[in-house]
């Protein structure tokens, strides 16, 4: 059974090294394996921002903010493109 959770009921916070994210289950082995292995790194190599989503103190889910250009055409001229990825446990 799915429990619903209401917007009012979430607190996102920024992912800092006092977080632990060891207990974090979702389906998706990848998205386990990402927040675990990668995403702190990767925050520290400015390639994405990691956002946790908890509820009543227990870590139910991760945001992934992620910054790329991409060359449009032979112009040469590059667009900024956000990327976001939910991952709920």
Avoid: P, W
């Avoid at 917007?7 to 632990?20: A, G």
């Avoid at 390639?47 to 889910?61: A, E, F, N």
């Avoid at 449009?72 to 976001?84: D, F, M, P, Q, T």
Wanted: with cysteine.
């Amino acid at each position: 059974m799915v429990t619903r959770l209401s917007y009012n009921e979430l607190k996102i916070v920024s992912y800092t090294q006092r977080h632990d994210v060891s207990h974090f289950e979702s389906k998706t082995a990848d998205l386990n394996s990402f927040l675990k292995d990668d995403a702190f790194e990767n925050q520290e190599e400015l390639i994405s921002k990691t956002y946790l989503c908890c509820h009543s103190d227990q870590l139910v889910g991760y945001i992934i903010g992620l910054h790329n250009t991409k060359n449009l055409g032979r112009s040469n001229v590059k667009k900024e493109i956000n990327l976001a990825d939910v991952c709920l446990g």
